[in-house]
């Protein structure tokens, strides 16, 4: 599953590599790799691919699931597209609370005690992951875990994952991107020691 989805995502550019011209990140960050799981919403037997992926990530890891959650605004499609395959509810989530209204950061209907587990397309110091969990838990809800469709494996997301308590399983990785890229020919031999220093030490690459 890892490296198909992982392929998916190279043959839709989704995923972008230039380990000799790197990205520039917000943060700062220069980076070899670029992600933009939007592009997955355009292509519906890739999107049900995942869908169906994380339907089953679900059911094995949080059989006891009560709700689907998406973050805003990225993993709203795919939390809808799940919780439909498992007959769910759904809710999702804003990054911050709305200036007007009701001034909700929760969207939709949550119980007290309800299990719940957040989709999120994208893994990268998985601080935004984070806080939409802090959320759910400061609304009620009992989060089980938090499902991606990818991760950079950045040691900076692991640790915050640990040092909150919150599971994380992704449906592919960085690890895997290589792998398949290699395969596909996006990538050549050479530039895997590259690719691989950068998930390493992400502060000092390019520079």
Same mark, same amino acid.
């Given at each position: ?123 990268? +110091? ?8 802090? #959320?759910?838990? @400061?609304? &009620?809800?009992?989060?089980? =875990?938090? *499902? %991606? ?20 399983? +992704? ?8 792998? #398949?890229?290699? @395969?596909? &020919?996006?990538?050549?031999? =050479?530039? *895997? %020691? ?14």
């Amino acid at each position: 599953m890892p490296k198909e989805i992982a392929k998916h995502l190279l043959n839709i550019e989704a995923v972008a590599l230039r380990p000799n011209e790197p990205f520039t990140w917000t943060s700062g960050i220069k980076s070899p790799i670029y992600c933009d799981n939007r592009l997955t919403m355009s292509y519906p037997e890739i999107r049900d691919i995942i869908a169906e992926g994380f339907a089953a990530l679900v059911k094995e890891l949080y059989p006891d699931a009560d709700v689907i959650a998406g973050t805003a605004t990225a993993g709203i499609p795919h939390a809808a597209w799940v919780s439909q395959k498992l007959g769910l509810p759904m809710i999702y989530i804003r990054d911050k609370a709305k200036g007007h209204g009701k001034q909700n950061q929760i969207e939709g209907k949550l119980a007290a005690g309800q299990k719940v587990v957040i989709i999120e397309d994208l893994i990268s +110091t998985g601080g935004s992951s984070i806080k939409a969990a802090q #959320a759910v838990a @400061e609304a &009620g809800g009992d989060v089980q =875990g938090v *499902v %991606a469709i990818f991760t950079y494996q950045l040691a900076r997301a692991e640790e915050a994952f640990h040092e909150a308590g919150i599971p994380l399983a +992704t449906l592919s990785n960085y690890t895997a991107l290589i792998d #398949a890229a290699l @395969e596909l &020919g996006t990538i050549q031999e =050479g530039d *895997v %020691a590259l690719l691989k220093s950068w998930r390493e030490d992400p502060q000092s690459f390019g520079n």
